[in-house]
C-alpha cells in the first residue's frame, strides 16, 4: 500500500526554509501546502503570512525562522496535533526549549542538526570500540567571515541575541558529541564580544561526556581559511571529520581517508521525519529532547 504523502507547510523562507521546500517539493513523501512568511513573495506554492492561516490544511510543520520564534510557532502546532520538524537551535531562551521539549511528548518531532544521518556520523558511531580508551573530543571551528557569505542576508546571525556561530555551528557538533559519548556536562566555557549589539568572535570551552573531556576553540573574523574540525582521540586510533563529510583515521601514523559510500541531506533526513510522522521515529534523526540538551551546552557558553 503506498503511503498517502505528508502535508507539508515551511514557515520562514529565508535560505534554509527555500533549500527544505524545494527538497520537500522534490521528495515523493511529501505535498507542500504552502510557505509561510511575514515578507510575502512569489513561489510556486502558495506563500502566506501566518501559520493560522494553513494550520487545519497540513499534517506536519518545517520551522525554519530566527531561532526567538521557534517556540510560539512549534506550540502552536503542536496544539493543533500536527508533527514539527525544527531547525536548531532549539531556542535561545532555556525555559522556552524546554516547554517545547515537553509539548513534543506523545507528538512526531524532530530538530534538523546535519550531522544525524551523514555518513561519517555512522562510521565514527560504528568504529568507536575499536579506539581503545577514549583520551578526548576536540572542536575546532574557524570563520573569516561571520555571517558566512550564504547567510549575508540574515543580519539576525550578526546579533547576539539569536545568532552567532556557537548557536548556529557549533550547535552541530555539540549534538554529534552528544550523541557519541551521552550526555555534556560543561566544567568551563566562555565566550568573546567585540560589542554589545554584535555576536561572538571565539568561544572556548571544556565538556565532559562519559568521563571524556571535550575541548572547544572556535573563532570568526580572522585572517585563515574556514575549518570545520572534530576529532576523538583513543588510545588504539583516533578519527577526524574535517569538513562536515571528510573523515579520516589515524593509528598513530598519518592521517589516512576513509572511503564513505553515501551521505545525508535535507531530501535523507525529510525521508526519516516521514517515518517519525508515522510513529517510528528514527535513531539517526533528532527529537527535541535532543535539542534540549544540546541547547542546554550551547547557552552556557553565551551567559
Request: with cysteine; aromatic share 8%; charged share 20%.
Amino acid at each position: 500500500m503506498i503511503a498517502v504523502p505528508i502535508r507539508l507547510a515551511v514557515v520562514g523562507l529565508g535560505a534554509m526554509g527555500t533549500r527544505m521546500l524545494a527538497a520537500a517539493q522534490a521528495h515523493p513523501g511529501y505535498t507542500v501546502v504552502a510557505g509561510v512568511d511575514v515578507a510575502p513573495r512569489a513561489l510556486d506554492v502558495p506563500v502566506v503570512t501566518s501559520l493560522g492561516d494553513v494550520l487545519s490544511d497540513v499534517d506536519a510543520v518545517y520551522i525554519a525562522t530566527p531561532p526567538a520564534l521557534h517556540a510560539r510557532l512549534a506550540a502552536e502546532a503542536f496544539a493543533a496535533g500536527k508533527a514539527v520538524f525544527c531547525e536548531k537551535p532549539l531556542a535561545v531562551d532555556l525555559d522556552e526549549a524546554r516547554a517545547m521539549a515537553r509539548a513534543a511528548a506523545g507528538l512526531p518531532n524532530a530538530v534538523n542538526f546535519a550531522l544525524s544521518d551523514m555518513a561519517a556520523t555512522l562510521e565514527i558511531e560504528r568504529r568507536l570500540p575499536e579506539l581503545g580508551e577514549l583520551r578526548g573530543v576536540e572542536i575546532r571551528l574557524q570563520f573569516p567571515r561571520w555571517p558566512r557569505a550564504f547567510q549575508s542576508g540574515a543580519a539576525w546571525l550578526a546579533r547576539p541575541e539569536q545568532g552567532g556561530f556557537v548557536r548556529e555551528v557549533l550547535s552541530h557538533f555539540v549534538y554529534l558529541t552528544d550523541r557519541l559519548l551521552g550526555p555534556l556536562t560543561v566544567e568551563s566555557v566562555s565566550s568573546d564580544f567585540p560589542r554589545a549589539d554584535a555576536a561572538e568572535v571565539a568561544a572556548r570551552g571544556v565538556l565532559r561526556g562519559g568521563g571524556v573531556p571535550v575541548h572547544v576553540s572556535a573563532f570568526s573574523q580572522l585572517a585563515a581559511p574556514e575549518v570545520y574540525e572534530w576529532t576523538v582521540w583513543g588510545t588504539e586510533r583516533s578519527l577526524r571529520l574535517d569538513q562536515w563529510t571528510d573523515l579520516s583515521s589515524s593509528d598513530g601514523s598519518a592521517w589516512e581517508p576513509v572511503s564513505l559510500a553515501r551521505n545525508g541531506s535535507d531530501y535523507s533526513r525529510l525521508t526519516l521525519f516521514a517515518r517519525a510522522v508515522r510513529g517510528d521515529h528514527p535513531r539517526d534523526l533528532a527529537d527535541f529532547a535532543a535539542g534540549l540538551r544540546v541547547a542546554e551546552v550551547i547557552e552556557a557558553f553565551l551567559r
